[in-house]
């Protein structure tokens, strides 16, 4: 995965910048869980400017439901990508149990990484959760944002 993307608007990504966002999602993703055992998709971006964004997506319109949310997440930052606001995006999901899938998304590189993943409880009364990390796969996938 060492390598740097050029974009349409003249911005280099680095595989550092990359990193930053991976490991953005992959934090946030982690932390949910311990707190909660569970998380709806996370969205994350690498702004123009080179710095990283949490995203809180609000749908106020009318939700298609033939469409799934992370089809309505990519249709939201579409736009953003477009117009060159953002050179990067990271959701994060549940794809599974045991595993987070982080769909990272840039110009000239597009990949799902799966990350396995085990949870550990404690406590009766306030129950604790500890997260251990597995493999990691990645594999490119067509590029639906940019």
Do not use: C, W
Not at 40 to 48: G, I, M, N, S, W
Not at 78 to 101: H, K, N, Q, S
């Amino acid at each position: 995965m060492r390598r740097h993307l050029g974009s349409n608007s003249g911005r280099t990504i680095s595989q550092d910048q990359l990193d930053r966002l991976y490991t953005a999602a992959l934090e946030a993703a982690i932390g949910r869980i311990e707190k909660d055992g569970h998380f709806h998709p996370l969205v994350f971006e690498l702004r123009a400017n080179g710095t990283i964004q949490a995203v809180a997506v609000l749908e106020t319109g009318e939700v298609d439901n033939t469409r799934g949310p992370i089809d309505r997440l990519v249709a939201l930052l579409r736009p953003r990508a477009e117009d060159g606001t953002i050179d990067a995006a990271a959701i994060v999901r549940l794809r599974e149990e045991g595993v987070a899938e982080v769909r990272m998304r840039a110009r000239n590189f597009s990949a799902n990484i799966d990350v396995l993943f085990s949870v550990e409880t404690s406590g009766l009364v306030k129950r604790k959760r500890r997260i251990e990390l597995g493999d990691v796969a990645a594999r490119e996938v067509p590029n639906e944002l940019f």
